[in-house]
């Protein structure tokens, strides 16, 4: 779940880089800020440490990122720290991308299936969810075998239960139900 604060920041910055047309531009440095700070051990514990001083850590974060992203992302990165949230980083990065989304119209989805999809199912399930919703859908894939089979969909905070197994649970509540 996304911070207060981090929604603020994170909706503020997207605020700024739509007014500028920057939109894509801080998009792309914020998920490459979001994956240093998750795929780094040790960075954001680096930078919310107050054993090393603000300045020093600011300097940190221009040293690296400089002349690599836009300068309003890396002015928002030091400000974060001038704040002391850097840990709040990725969630600031997950809700400048809501945000995106939100403004152009596209949906996350989430599905889950026993085993992966086929290319062909793929993109049938991406043309059917579009038609639907009437949002462009990027989909995420993830397997789990104790589905044993069919699929759940995750998108817009809701989970859609098609799997096998849901319905094996349902029924089998059914059948204790009517005991």
Same mark, same amino acid.
């Given at each position: 779940?996304?911070?207060?604060?981090?929604?603020?920041?994170?909706?503020?910055?997207?605020? +700024?880089?739509?007014? @500028?047309?920057?939109?894509?531009?801080?998009?792309?440095?914020?998920?490459?800020?979001?994956?240093?700070?998750?795929?780094?051990?040790?960075?954001?514990? +680096?930078?919310?440490?107050?054993?090393?001083?603000? @300045? #020093?850590? $600011? *300097?940190?974060?221009?040293?690296?990122?400089? *002349?690599?992203?836009? %300068?309003?992302?890396?002015?928002?990165?030091?400000?974060?720290?001038?704040?002391?949230?850097?840990?709040?980083?990725?969630?600031?990065?997950?809700?400048?991308?809501?945000?995106?989304?939100?403004?152009? *119209?596209?949906?996350?989805? &989430?599905?889950?299936?026993?085993? %992966?999809?086929?290319?062909? #199912?793929? #993109?049938?399930?991406?043309? =059917?969810?579009? &038609?639907?919703?009437? $949002?462009?859908? #990027?989909?995420?894939? $993830?397997?789990?075998?104790?589905?044993?089979?069919?699929?759940?969909?995750?998108?817009? *905070? $809701?989970?859609? @239960?098609?799997?096998?197994?849901?319905?094996?649970? =349902?029924?089998?509540? +059914?059948?204790?139900?009517?005991?």
């Amino acid at each position: 779940m996304i911070s207060r604060k981090a929604k603020t920041y994170g909706s503020s910055l997207y605020d +700024l880089a739509a007014e @500028e047309g920057l939109e894509d531009r801080i998009l792309s440095d914020m998920q490459a800020l979001s994956s240093a700070a998750r795929d780094i051990p040790g960075y954001v514990r +680096l930078l919310s440490s107050p054993a090393v001083p603000l @300045e #020093e850590r $600011k *300097g940190l974060v221009r040293e690296a990122w400089e *002349g690599s992203i836009h %300068p309003y992302s890396l002015n928002f990165a030091c400000l974060l720290l001038d704040h002391g949230m850097a840990d709040e980083l990725c969630q600031c990065a997950e809700e400048y991308k809501n945000r995106y989304d939100d403004a152009h *119209g596209i949906l996350q989805v &989430t599905a889950v299936s026993a085993v %992966p999809l086929t290319s062909e #199912e793929r #993109e049938r399930l991406v043309r =059917a969810i579009e &038609t639907r919703t009437g $949002k462009k859908a #990027e989909l995420t894939e $993830k397997t789990d075998s104790s589905l044993i089979g069919g699929m759940r969909l995750e998108m817009d *905070g $809701k989970a859609y @239960e098609g799997s096998v197994s849901s319905h094996l649970d =349902a029924l089998r509540r +059914l059948l204790e139900d009517n005991r």
